[in-house]
């Protein structure tokens, strides 16, 4: 079974609709992350949290919220949908210690908006 | 400002040569730089690391060099394989502090058979 997890892999939605992206791991770290993929624009961070009650902005967090809702589990809200939302979605985790710590992500979640 | 480039977005190389993928960063501060290797609907998966004390890190087939001076890291993978062709992702980051990794935009390689 794959240790990060990400639901649904692929959705369409429309212009305002509000969505969640879901994010489970079993590596029992404490530090999970959100990122976007754009064509040309490489991985950025959209929010981090490095535990339960640890909630931080990344660099494009604007449009978006998140929750954690155990350490587990990291899910992705999109209030009001955009089309330039439309992306590649990422979820990882880490272990915190060491000099640096690897991330491991998720699949994936392609978003399409219209 | 994108702070880590790959300005190859795609290579091609025959199996059994070398593939050199290179990576500029414009940040100073940044000190280990890491790549990620991404198949077709699959997430990023950590390849291998170097930090900035170092020029060079060797992990069997794949070896990253560091050029501090040209801010320039480059992964070379020998021999290249056909299950090598993925999307690479150099990545770069500070030690000190949150570990924010800043990736490039990625360089897709094909090794053909």
């Known amino acids: 079974d794959a240790d990060v997890t990400q639901t649904p892999r692929n959705r369409i939605t429309k212009t305002g609709k509000r969505i969640m992206l879901e994010c489970s791991q079993t590596?029992?770290?404490?530090?999970m992350y959100w990122y976007r993929q754009d064509p040309g624009l490489g991985l950025r961070l959209i929010y981090y949290?490095?535990?339960?009650?640890?909630?931080n902005k990344g660099e494009i967090s604007d449009g978006y919220s998140v929750s954690r809702q155990a350490q587990a589990k990291f899910s992705l809200s999109l209030e009001s949908a955009i089309p330039n939302q439309t992306a590649l979605y990422f979820c990882?985790?880490?272990?915190?210690?060491?000099?640096?710590?690897?991330?491991?992500f998720g699949p994936g979640t392609r978003l399409l908006v219209l | 400002d994108q702070q880590v480039k790959q300005n190859s977005p795609s290579l091609s190389v025959q199996e059994g040569r070398i593939s050199i993928l290179n990576c500029d960063y414009t940040?100073?501060?940044?000190?280990?730089f890491l790549w990620y290797k991404k198949y077709p609907a699959e997430g990023p998966t950590f390849l291998i690391s170097?930090?900035?004390?170092?020029d060079k890190n060797e992990d069997g087939r794949f070896t990253v060099f560091l050029n501090k001076s040209a801010k320039h890291l480059s992964l070379h993978i020998v021999p290249s394989q056909p299950g090598d062709s993925a999307v690479y992702f150099c990545?770069?980051?500070?030690?000190?502090?949150?570990?924010?990794?800043?990736f490039g935009t990625g360089t897709r390689l094909l090794v053909s058979p």
């Open positions: 949290s490095f535990d339960v009650k640890d909630i």
């Open positions: 990545a770069a980051t500070m030690v000190s502090g949150f570990q924010k990794l800043v």
């Open positions: 170097i930090s900035s004390i170092k």
């Open positions: 940040n100073s501060m940044f000190d280990y």
């Open positions: 990882a985790t880490s272990e915190a210690g060491g000099p640096v710590e690897t991330q491991y």
């Open positions: 590596k029992g770290h404490d530090r």
